[in-house]
């Protein structure tokens, strides 16, 4: 997951990155360094939002796996 965190921000890849990360989130959820990870994986999110609207759909859809499945707020 770190290494997705790294990848440059052009759209189309960042869309993937987005992706991958909803698709994941239960493992975020899981993994005893997901927490730490949580703020990096925002940032990313975030930056999804910005880029394009189909990057945008994406990290909306990261948001909601992640708020779904995880336990890290409760």
């Not at 990870?37 to 990057?55: A, Q, R």
């Amino acid at each position: 997951m770190s290494l997705l965190l790294e990848l440059p921000h052009e759209p189309q890849l960042l869309q993937t990155v987005c992706l991958t990360i909803g698709a994941y989130s239960n493992w975020l959820d899981a993994a005893t360094d997901g927490f730490p990870l949580l703020s990096s994986v925002i940032k990313v999110l975030l930056s999804g939002m910005d880029k394009s609207e189909d990057s945008a759909a994406a990290a909306a859809v990261a948001f909601r796996h992640i708020c779904d499945g995880t336990v890290l707020f409760r």
